[in-house]
Nanobody, 121 residues
Framework: VQLQASGGGLVQAGGSQRLSCAAS????????MGWFRQAPGKEREFVAR????????YYADSVKGRFSISRGNAVNTVYLQMNNLNDEDTAVYYC???????????????WGQGTEVTVSS
């Protein structure tokens, strides 16, 4: 399974950005789709997740109320809508997919290459 993340770029503080992630195919190991991010000098952290059926939606506290994860109309696509961005959101964002166990373990089997989001203040 290959994942292609896109949509990153430079955005002003308070602005919005939408990230996309397209999976090459779905298997029994691709039940859940998650977004993670890694800021400079920091460890990678969980951002949000959604199952391909559209449930099991969950957000990190740091993005709750500002970010929204959803399935796209395009086949095997997931979006991350990011609103009211601040400089703490600056990071490389990765999409990943995994089986049912990944819902709680956050251990995903397949990862995309990452797309960089820079928030300027």
């Amino acid at each position: 399974v290959q994942l292609q993340a896109s949509g990153g770029g430079l955005v002003q503080a308070g602005g919005s950005q939408r990230l996309s992630c397209a999976a090459s195919r779905r298997t029994s190991s691709t039940y859940i789709m998650g977004w993670f991010r890694q800021a400079p000098g920091k460890e990678r952290e969980f951002v949000a997740r959604i199952s391909w059926s559209g449930d099991n939606i969950y957000y990190a506290d740091s993005v709750k109320g500002r970010f929204s994860i959803s399935r796209g109309n395009a086949v095997n696509t997931v979006y991350l809508q990011m609103n009211n961005l601040n400089d703490e959101d600056t990071a490389v964002y990765y999409c990943a997919t995994g089986g049912p166990k990944a819902v709680l373990s956050r251990r995903y089997d397949y990862w995309g290459q990452g797309t960089e989001v820079t928030v300027s203040s």
